[in-house]
Every structure is written in C-alpha cells, then in structure tokens.
C-alpha cells in the first residue's frame, strides 16, 4: 500500500487539555475532538484517556487502511531509558509512557516533544512555511519552544533543542518544578502568572480572568499583565538576541492574547539586540494547538485497521 493511503492520528497531550485529530491520506481533518486532560487524577488516567482517544480516532478508519498513531508530550523521552523527562506534566516524569501506551493500544507509537510537533505544523502547513529558521513557541500552562532549520525541526543529543522554557532569567524569582528558580515558564506561562498573582494579592484568579481585569478597570491585573508583557519582551528578545530567526510563531493558548502581538511585540523590540527589529511575530495560522497535527506527522505506522 503507498505510502500516500496512510491515514495519521495525533494527540496533543496538554496540561489542561488532551486534543486528538485523524487526518486522511491527503491530510484533510475526519475528526478534531478536545477534552480535559485528568492530570490531577495521576498518571495512569492520563494515560487511559490518551488510549481512549486514539481508540475513538481509531475507529473512524476505514476497514482495511492503515493508520499511524503520533503523541506530542509536553517532555521528552530518554532514548537510553525509554522514560520521559523534564514534562510541566510531573505525573509522566520517569514513567514508560511510550512503552505503556503500546501495550495498551497493541501498537507502535511516535513519541515526540509537543513544542517540536507545534514548530513542524507550523513550518510545514502555517505561517512558518518556507522561512529558513523558525523558532516556534508554545505558550499554555507551561512554555516551551522548537527550532525548526530549512523544513527539519531539530532535536538535539539531548532532545532539548528549543527549549527556552527553563532559562532561569530571575535568580530571585519563584521554584521551578525543573530545580532553578525564576525560568522563563514561571514568568509567562499561564500557571507562572497565576501563582505569581497569588503569591501578591493572596487571590486566585485564572489567567483569562486576569486578562479581563487588565482589559477593564482592576489595577491589580493590570499590574500583573503589565509584568506579563514585559517579561515576555525580555525572554523572546533574548532568544532574538541568540538565534535571528526568519520568524518567530506563537501556539499555545496564551497566543490568542491580541497584546502579544502588539505591546508584547514594542518589548520584545526594546530588549532584542537590533535597533530596527524587523522579525515577524506570528500567530498560528493551524489554531492554537497545532501541534496536534505535528503528532500526526511524526506518528508510527502500525497495522491495518479492523
């Protein structure tokens, strides 16, 4: 059977919510379902609802076709241990995810870090495509990042390529599940400015409810959006700063805040090192979870369907 009949599922696997996508052999989307990731409820849920998912996309494959099955994890995996490391989803951390969910689904499975599977949708079917360096950037509960060189998403030996998340950039600044304190997660992620919002005012507010409130008439969170925007500008500026990429694309669902791209923008402009700063800020154009199709791609090909 040619390579071209394959169909392909993706899954996403967030830290607030699990999204799934079957694509035909000519990529065009069967199905696209989300539902809430149950990290609270520890690792074996997690994953029983990523098994179910690729079960439920599974069956939606004509009999007799092929299918691969790729998982975008917000870590990654040690080849030498087959065990996932440095994942804001701490439940998966020295766990066989990869091993287990083959057991359970009776099947091969690709396994890659959901910031490199965001930057190879991006840079294969967005508005990445065609630039020679692209850094894309996922900004949800956690933040991470992929580089992506003349079409191929690099890696590393260490399979950290990109991960600009754990720059510590605040010696003073609040623990980091990863051991350092002050990395660029806890400033700009959605649970960073979460925490650092109750850790201030001793109130728990959601990051969206923090956004309305700068959006309207609370000094409170217009104060904390204020340091969102400019820790924002001070991190992305510097890794302009490192790398001078082509473009810079933004996932996640903090890039659907319309400020990043403006005001965020005049901070990343004053703390990058060029006067003229003429790299592109760019919104996805694949939706804000678009690594879910990037899993899709980088999937392993199992049997035929029933």
Sequence with gaps: MAAGELYRIGIDLGGTKTEAVLLDPRDAVVIRKRRATPLAEGY???????????????ALVPPGRRY?????????VDE??????????????GRPFPADLERLLGREVGVRNDADCFTLAECRAGFGSGSG???????????????????????????ICGEWGHLSVD????????GNRGCVETKISGSGVEAAFLGRYGESLSMDRIVAGARG??????????TFLDDFGRCLGGVISILDPDAVVLGGGLSNIDELYRAGFERVRHYAFH??????????????????FGAAWIGREGGLCG
Aim: proline share 5%; hydrophobic share 40%.
């Design 68 to 76: 691969s099955v790729g998982i975008g994890i917000p870590g990654s």
């Design 80 to 93: 030498a241990t087959g065990l996932v490391r440095n994942a804001n989803s701490v439940c998966l951390i």
């Design 171 to 178: 010696p003073q600044g609040a623990d980091c599940y990863c």
């Design 133 to 159: 360096l692209v850094f894309g950037v996922i900004m949800g509960t956690g933040c991470g990042g992929g580089i992506c060189l003349d079409g191929v998403v690099r890696e590393g030996p260490h399979r």
């Design 275 to 292: 006067g003229d700063l003429r790299t592109p800020l760019l919104r996805n154009r694949l939706g804000d979870s678009a690594g879910v």
């Design 217 to 226: 008439d609370d000094p409170r969170c217009r104060a904390a959006f204020d």
């Design 44 to 58: 074996w849920a997690v994953l029983a609802s990523v098994a179910a998912l690729v079960r439920e996309a599974a």
